[in-house]
């Protein structure tokens, strides 16, 4: 990766490694890294909506989720948000966390 991160997110999303969010050392970042095998390299992804780690990341379908999680404070996440290739992330009307 380009950037250092930890309690980030792994997902294998259309044969790349994608790496989302987690704690630059300073701040939790919504920023998102892209491995791809063929090229063996790392590049921007497009944004989260909102900073986050520990938190999933399911692929379903054609989308990727960004489910719960943790941001500044150890203020708890409770959404979540949906990727898809070409539309960027857009946030849901579900819950991260349960009832």
Same mark, same amino acid.
């Given at each position: 990766m380009?950037t250092s991160?930890?309690s980030?997110?792994?997902t294998v @999303?259309?044969?790349?490694l994608?790496?989302?969010?987690?704690?630059n050392?300073?701040?939790?970042?919504?920023?998102?890294?892209?491995?791809d095998?063929f090229m063996?390299?790392?590049i921007a992804?497009d944004?989260?909506?909102q900073?986050?780690?520990? @938190?999933v990341v399911?692929?379903?379908?054609q989308s990727i989720?960004a489910?719960g999680?943790?941001?500044?404070?150890?203020?708890?996440?409770d959404?979540?948000e949906?990727?898809?290739?070409?539309h960027?992330?857009?946030?849901?009307?579900?819950?991260?966390?349960?009832?």
């Amino acid at each position: 990766m380009n950037t250092s991160r930890a309690s980030h997110a792994l997902t294998v @999303f259309k044969g790349k490694l994608y790496a989302l969010g987690g704690y630059n050392g300073s701040t939790y970042v919504p920023t998102i890294e892209v491995f791809d095998p063929f090229m063996d390299s790392w590049i921007a992804g497009d944004e989260m909506k909102q900073p986050r780690g520990y @938190f999933v990341v399911p692929v379903i379908g054609q989308s990727i989720y960004a489910i719960g999680g943790q941001r500044e404070g150890s203020n708890i996440v409770d959404s979540v948000e949906m990727y898809k290739l070409g539309h960027g992330w857009s946030e849901t009307n579900l819950k991260g966390i349960g009832e």
